[in-house]
């Protein structure tokens, strides 16, 4: 399988590009940096596959993501559906907004996208409004994946909990984890194993 791998910051690129070092893997790795934010990020992976001149055969989306109560620091999940948190129009009216778009991870968990480092006070405000229990957050995975689905390519979206807001945990929280957390081994496993 041929992979474009998108990091989305530059501490995520280096560490999945140090983890693809020297290592025999089955799949084919290409890595890309895409950027923080939805708008960069799309743009990014848009130009990214189109480089690839039909060279790739899924997107995968790895890094850290700020997640609810429930799952711990250093879990390593990959989700089964993208969202945006932060729209606010009736959902039959942009579907490309507000409609789920599915992915290949095992997990049954939704990943979260918005413009903005989310902290527990956002986090209550999206539970309420989607009366969800449990999810990811991050600034760029539901725009990958729209930007992927011009291509007609499937993606895997797999996150490393950096941080649980509800917990207290912030940005300071989530440096500190990120700097004690560079081994990304963990996510070409899963991308070994993924069928």
């Given at each position: 399988?041929?992979?474009?791998?998108?990091?989305?910051?530059?501490?995520?690129?280096?560490?999945?590009?140090?983890?693809?070092?020297?290592?025999?893997?089955?799949?084919?790795?290409?890595?890309?940096?895409?950027?923080?934010?939805?708008?960069?990020?799309?743009?990014?992976?848009?130009?990214?596959?189109?480089?690839?001149?039909?060279?790739?055969?899924?997107?995968?989306?790895?890094?850290?993501?700020?997640?609810?109560?429930?799952?711990?620091?250093?879990?390593l999940v990959a989700p089964r559906i993208a969202r945006y948190h932060d729209c606010r129009i009736p959902g039959d009216f942009v579907p490309e907004l507000t409609d789920p778009h599915p992915l290949l991870g095992h997990d049954d968990a939704v990943v979260w996208t918005g413009d903005s480092f989310v902290d527990a006070e956002i986090i209550?405000?999206?539970?309420?409004?989607?009366?969800?229990?449990?999810?990811?957050?991050?600034?760029?995975?539901?725009?990958?994946?729209?930007?992927?689905?011009?291509?007609?390519?499937?993606?895997?979206?797999?996150?490393?909990?950096?941080?649980?807001?509800?917990?207290?945990?912030?940005?300071?929280?989530?440096?500190?984890?990120?700097?004690?957390?560079?081994?990304?081994?963990?996510?070409?496993?899963?991308?070994?194993?993924?069928?």
């Amino acid at each position: 399988m041929k992979y474009l791998i998108i990091a989305p910051t530059e501490r995520e690129y280096r560490n999945i590009t140090t983890a693809l070092e020297g290592r025999k893997t089955e799949n084919q790795y290409y890595v890309t940096r895409s950027g923080v934010g939805k708008a960069l990020a799309a743009a990014n992976t848009a130009l990214a596959i189109a480089r690839a001149n039909g060279e790739v055969e899924r997107v995968a989306i790895i890094g850290y993501a700020a997640s609810t109560l429930g799952r711990k620091r250093g879990e390593l999940v990959a989700p089964r559906i993208a969202r945006y948190h932060d729209c606010r129009i009736p959902g039959d009216f942009v579907p490309e907004l507000t409609d789920p778009h599915p992915l290949l991870g095992h997990d049954d968990a939704v990943v979260w996208t918005g413009d903005s480092f989310v902290d527990a006070e956002i986090i209550a405000e999206v539970k309420a409004r989607y009366g969800l229990k449990s999810g990811l957050f991050d600034m760029e995975a539901t725009a990958i994946c729209q930007a992927a689905e011009l291509f007609d390519l499937p993606v895997v979206v797999v996150k490393m909990v950096s941080d649980v807001p509800e917990e207290g945990d912030n940005e300071h929280s989530y440096d500190e984890f990120v700097d004690s957390h560079s081994d990304f081994g963990l996510f070409i496993d899963y991308l070994e194993e993924l069928k």
